[in-house]
């Protein structure tokens, strides 16, 4: 005869990646929604500079990806590649130094941050807005 399974005993749940990943918090998640929002702030920022010839873009790497795919399409792949490395080298840094991960993300947005503020003054001061 089998025994049945005793219901009091905890079942371990499914520690999966795919369960990991659809339904548990990952770690850093507000800071990595933060500085995903304060780069989309930049896009526009940038982007709205940039066609209406405010702004010159002075990172080479960044005009590298403008020059090859036009303002809109060359500064969206640029910030995607961007905000991806980052969120995913903090990711990885957490589970051996949470500290500094969670920095790097709160670094981050604050420079972008004075960077969308340093933006929206200039176009303001071109009375663009």
Request: hydrophobic share 50%.
């Amino acid at each position: 005869m089998s025994e049945a399974r005793s219901d009091s005993s905890p079942r371990k749940k499914d520690q999966s990646f795919y369960y990991r990943l659809f339904h548990m918090q990952l770690p850093l998640e507000t800071e990595s929604t933060v500085f995903i929002l304060v780069n989309l702030l930049d896009f526009f920022a940038t982007y709205f500079g940039l066609a209406n010839g405010v702004f010159r873009e002075s990172n080479p790497i960044a005009n590298w990806f403008l020059e090859g795919w036009g303002v809109k399409k060359g500064l969206l792949i640029y910030k995607l590649v961007m905000v991806t490395l980052v969120c995913v080298i903090a990711q990885i840094v957490y589970p051996h130094r949470p500290r500094t991960a969670r920095m790097i993300l709160i670094g981050g947005s604050l420079v972008v941050g004075y960077v969308v503020i340093y933006s929206v003054r200039l176009l303001l001061a071109q009375e663009l807005f």
